[in-house]
């Protein structure tokens, strides 16, 4: 495989679409084959022999540096060494079958769980049983009313994904059920967010309320259902995140099982959540980007999955590289590394 195919395969397999003549492979292609070519070259050779100013060349190293075709930029003599080929795709392949197996670890757990919830009810008539151990609610009021019900009733435990920012007016009811209002001395309350609350002030205002008030609250990246479990036998699911479509209470053993145990799961995985800047100065935002860019994310992918802009994660990337003093998001990356900050 040629230097110029290596560098058109990684765009294509990062889903870049070239806009710019930053983007344009040939243009990548010749500056790799050139790092190749003569590595250890500084910054002003390089820009010398590629034919472009200072400022483009080191634009074009930060560009090979966000695919990972970069070994080192930057460093104390400025030497810049780019990675072989074959390591070059090697380490694309390994970034993505480590995303592509963290997608099908969450896509199984999900299935699991659903096709628990489905054999549980059936697809015959519903017996007088399964009536009783289900509760259909038709909408958010109805959610919330409930919701308000049972949290009062609880008596060991409150477990829930808070999985979108509550409707207008149904802050009272989901107050209860994170723990807002006082239950039982001895109920504890369990809530997982996504990191997306970090980006919406209300919501997030919402969880540390949570936390304020008692409640044991983490953080993981994203959720797969809104629902609420109360002492272990009944659950809450909404139709929708929000809770706006309705939703439905269960009360079947083994659906209860999967989903105390899809909780567990999420709690184990989760992270604090961290009510303030931490000493070195970063905010529980500019963690939960930097950790999703960690993955190989790209910017829109991380947007969607927080619940932002593309805009505010680029934000974000552009002003903590200029407070790190770092030229490129490779060499901010392992400035980041350093720091523990992924």
Known sequence: MTTRSVVEHVLRT????????LDDPRRLADAYNLLIGQPGLGLEDFAERLGCPPEAARAILSRLGDLGLLSRYGAGNDALVALGPLTAMR??????????????????????TYSTILSAYGTGPATADAQERTELLPDASAVFARLLELTAAARSEVLTFDSAPAPSGAAPAVGRALGLDPLDPG???????PEAVLFDEDWLGRARAAAGAGAEVRLVPDLPLS??????????????????????????????????????????????????????????????????LATGAKDDAVARQLGT??????????????????????????????????
Request: aromatic share 6%; net charge positive; hydrophobic share 40%.
């Open 14 to 21: 990062t889903g870049e679409i070239p806009v710019e003549e």
């Open 91 to 112: 380490q694309l392949l390994v970034r993505e079958r480590d995303i592509l197996r963290q997608r099908q670890e969450f896509l199984e757990e999900s299935v699991s």
């Open 227 to 292: 629902m609420t479990l109360v002492d272990g036998h009944t659950a809450v699911l909404t139709h929708d995140p929000s809770g706006t479509g309705g939703g439905l209470i269960v009360r079947q053993p083994a659906v209860l099982l999967a989903l105390t145990s899809l909780f567990e799961t999420r709690w184990q995985q989760g992270r604090r959540l961290e009510s303030t800047r931490r000493e070195d100065g970063r905010t529980p935002a500019e963690l939960a980007v930097l950790r999703a």
């Open 187 to 193: 109920t504890r309350v369990r809530t997982v967010y």
């Open 309 to 342: 802009s593309v805009r505010t994660v680029r934000r974000i990337v552009h002003a903590l590289m200029e407070q790190a003093g770092t030229g490129s998001r490779f060499e901010f990356g392992a400035y980041a590394a350093s720091r523990g900050w992924v």
